[in-house]
T-cell receptor, first 108, second 115 residues
């Protein structure tokens, strides 16, 4: 079956680093995406991994281990505006399968 | 502004009404999608259109009927819905449903309430 797991909620302090984990079990794998979604807004693309390793993009980095079915999103130098839901999604052929999302709250 | 526009943003309809959700993308993409997003549940894929042809229908009840007249527009026709269908409906587009490393761009969604 298809299963994507990520923590429901996380909290962190402004300026800190936070890591959001995602584990997946899917019948196919053609890449893993991370999206950010602020309340009442559209999900927006953050990162894409298809090969093992770390992809860095400014304050955000995403890591993938295909053998472990595992990814994480690392957010550095947290800002208040980073408070949002972070969605992990796996592409299985031509479908994007999403996790439930992790709601991150950043406190001053 | 993500390049994908959904209207209306909010809709209240009775169980016997017929209404339509509209999605328009200005990105030149060939694939369009309907998702539903319920509280504490994953985004759930409903329909996929590639080059105006439906390529995926995830066992969605027939009271939801999609239409894709061209690659820029996607509709979701609603008829005799139930209160449990009240949720957020998201439209998305991507370059091609089979182009595996391209991301999907989402609209802001239509918040539907069935009374």
């Amino acid at each position: 079956g298809q299963n994507i797991d990520q923590p429901t909620e996380m909290t962190a302090t402004e300026g800190a680093i936070v890591q959001i984990n995602c584990t997946y079990q899917t019948s196919g794998f053609n890449g893993l995406f991370w999206y950010q979604q602020h309340a009442g807004e559209a999900p927006t693309f953050l990162s894409y991994n298809v090969l093992d390793g770390l992809e860095e993009k400014g304050r955000f980095s995403s890591f993938l281990s295909r053998s472990k079915g595992y990814s994480y999103l690392l957010l550095k130098e947290l800002q208040m505006k980073d408070s949002a839901s972070y969605l992990c999604a796996v592409r299985d052929t031509d479908k994007l399968i999403f996790g439930t999302g992790t709601r991150l709250q950043v406190f001053p | 502004e993500t390049g994908v526009t959904q209207t209306p943003r909010h809709l209240v309809m009775g169980m016997t009404n017929k209404k339509s959700l509209k999605c328009e993308q200005h990105l030149g993409h060939n694939a369009m999608y309907w998702y539903k997003q319920s509280a504490k549940k994953p985004l759930e894929l409903m329909f996929v259109y590639s080059l105006e042809e439906r390529v995926e229908n995830n066992s969605v009840p027939s009271r939801f009927s999609p239409e894709c007249p061209n690659s820029s527009h996607l509709f979701l026709h609603l008829h005799t819905l139930q209160p449990e269908d009240s949720t957020l409906y998201l439209c998305a587009s991507s370059q091609d449903s089979r182009d595996l490393n391209t991301e999907a761009f989402f609209g802001q969604g239509t918040r539907l309430t069935v009374v």
